[in-house]
């Protein structure tokens, strides 16, 4: 099966992922047998003439044929590139453990959250929950638990709160939060802090006090490195 990621507003859309996969696994392929195997999809013609002309698909001699190249190397991959790969393929395995250094700032203080975001975007970190409310993906299960607190809320929103309550951090070891908060109770599910005595909390982050710098511990070696500005 092939799996897009990071994909466009064309390549998101189900037609298209279900055709290029009825392509992978045909060779030969006519308009006729196209609309055979997805009779009752509308404007078949209108959107394959769309993913003919961005690219996508090869129409030749009355037959049809997928013109992208799968994914064979991790080599020269970003976070943001729209890979197509196929998830039989020995790569795919490697491609969900490639994890890049992502930086968040924001536009209330000077302060930058870093953090490890694997390519596939299946984990529990800010920068991907942002990213698939953008898109409109679906969340992984732990993104779900992120998403009961936070909802569809806008970023630079949320990010101004959870950093000035992380700014706490540079005076204090341990900081006092009387009242429920949804942002403490954010900080605490992405592993930010944890609660070392009835509300009171302690930051399991490396910080950086002079540059503002606070940086999730990591599991494993970082593999590249991406900056983004949310406002």
């Given at each position: 099966?092939?799996?897009?990621?990071?994909?466009?507003?064309?390549?998101r859309?189900p037609?298209?992922?279900?055709?290029?996969?009825?392509?992978?696994?045909?060779e030969?392929?006519?308009?006729?047998?196209?609309?055979?195997?997805?009779?009752?999809?509308?404007?078949?013609?209108?959107?394959?003439?769309?993913?003919?002309?961005a690219?996508?698909?090869?129409?030749?001699?009355?037959?049809?044929r997928?013109?992208?190249?799968?994914?064979?190397?991790l080599d020269?991959?970003?976070?943001?590139?729209?890979?197509?790969?196929?998830?039989?393929?020995?790569?795919?395995?490697?491609?969900?453990?490639?994890?890049?250094?992502?930086?968040?700032?924001?536009?209330?203080?000077?302060?930058?959250?870093?953090?490890?975001?694997?390519?596939?975007?299946?984990?529990?970190?800010?920068?991907?929950?942002?990213?698939?409310?953008?898109?409109?993906?679906?969340?992984?299960?732990?993104?779900?638990?992120?998403?009961?607190?936070?909802?569809?809320?806008?970023?630079?929103?949320?990010?101004?709160y959870?950093?000035?309550?992380?700014?706490?951090?540079?005076?204090?070891?341990?900081?006092?939060?009387?009242?429920?908060?949804?942002?403490?109770?954010?900080l605490?599910?992405?592993?930010?802090?944890?609660?070392?005595?009835?509300?009171?909390?302690?930051?399991?982050?490396?910080?950086?006090?002079?540059?503002?710098?606070?940086?999730?511990?990591?599991?494993?070696?970082?593999?590249?490195?991406?900056?983004?500005?949310?406002?």
């Amino acid at each position: 099966m092939i799996r897009i990621f990071n994909a466009n507003k064309l390549t998101r859309q189900p037609f298209f992922q279900d055709v290029i996969n009825y392509l992978h696994d045909h060779e030969d392929v006519t308009l006729r047998q196209i609309k055979v195997a997805f009779e009752g999809e509308k404007n078949i013609d209108r959107q394959l003439e769309n993913a003919i002309e961005a690219g996508y698909i090869i129409r030749e001699n009355r037959r049809y044929r997928n013109a992208f190249s799968l994914l064979e190397s991790l080599d020269g991959l970003s976070l943001d590139t729209e890979v197509f790969v196929d998830t039989e393929a020995a790569v795919f395995s490697r491609l969900k453990e490639l994890t890049f250094r992502k930086e968040l700032t924001n536009s209330t203080n000077e302060l930058i959250i870093v953090e490890e975001v694997d390519f596939v975007r299946e984990g529990l970190t800010l920068d991907s929950y942002f990213y698939k409310m953008r898109s409109q993906e679906v969340l992984s299960r732990d993104q779900e638990k992120l998403y009961a607190i936070l909802g569809d809320i806008n970023p630079d929103y949320a990010l101004k709160y959870m950093t000035n309550f992380l700014l706490k951090f540079t005076r204090k070891e341990v900081v006092i939060q009387r009242r429920p908060d949804i942002f403490v109770e954010a900080l605490l599910l992405l592993g930010f802090m944890n609660q070392v005595a009835p509300q009171t909390y302690a930051l399991t982050m490396t910080m950086k006090k002079e540059d503002l710098i606070f940086s999730k511990k990591n599991k494993g070696p970082i593999l590249g490195l991406a900056f983004v500005f949310i406002s």
